[in-house]
T-cell receptor, first 111, second 111 residues
């Protein structure tokens, strides 16, 4: 089955700095690469996603980059703010298999 | 458009009892997946239903079961509850296994 890993598992940055979280996966059939954010006490919500025909996608302060050959994709957050503090999950997948989430990365932004 | 609705929000049960949780997906979504979330354990996949059929199942004991009705509403049942079943149970609905929309979850406490 699909093996999904995230690194690092915890990340602490100063407000204004950048944060990068990497997701590696094993299923070469994956063609959809989303990132979810779960704030404390809330449900996970999609923040950005990318499909396999695109190498990078940016939405204001967040971006996702994909390296399909190496089977990893990364979440980049620039100019971090305290409200970015949350747990981030990746969930690489395709349209014909179950959605498996990575173990999560806990990001803390220190004011 | 109404979001994913889970009921009840909170449950307290005694060891050995059984429990049924309900999930109403977004209108038009036929795929419903269930996840167990415990502190430090991320989102563990339980099962996925599509058009009243279980499409995938995770690595959980047979005490965990589910079903989906013709209106796409789904229920999951846990029999012979154990202390270790205490967790947040999240359901998510999606179109074609792309973006997953989560409910607020049911917090189950087993005493």
């Amino acid at each position: 089955g699909e093996n999904v890993e995230q690194h690092p598992s915890t990340l602490s940055v100063q407000e204004g700095d950048s944060a990068v979280i990497k997701c590696t996966y094993s299923d070469s059939a994956s063609n959809y690469f989303p990132w979810y954010k779960q704030e404390l006490g809330k449900r996970p919500q999609l923040i950005i996603d990318i499909r396999s025909n695109v190498g990078e996608k940016k939405d204001q302060r967040i971006a996702v980059t994909l390296n399909k050959t190496a089977k990893h994709f990364s979440l980049h957050i620039t100019e971090t703010q305290p409200e970015d503090s949350a747990v981030y999950f990746c969930a690489p997948g395709n349209s014909y298999d179950k959605v498996i989430f990575g173990p999560g990365t806990s990001l803390s932004v220190i004011p | 458009k109404a979001g994913v609705t889970q009921t009840p929000r909170y449950l307290i049960k005694t060891r050995g009892q059984q429990v049924t949780l309900s999930c109403s997906p977004i209108s038009g979504h036929r795929s419903v997946s269930w996840y167990q979330q415990t502190p430090g354990q991320g989102l563990q996949f339980l099962f996925e239903y599509f058009s009243e059929t279980q499409r995938n199942k995770g690595n959980f004991p047979g005490r965990f079961s589910g079903r989906q009705f013709s209106n796409s509403r789904s229920e999951m049942n846990v029999s012979t509850l154990e202390l270790g079943d205490s967790a947040l149970y999240l359901c998510a609905s999606s179109l074609a296994r792309t973006e997953a929309f989560f409910g607020q979850g049911t917090r189950l406490t087993v005493v």
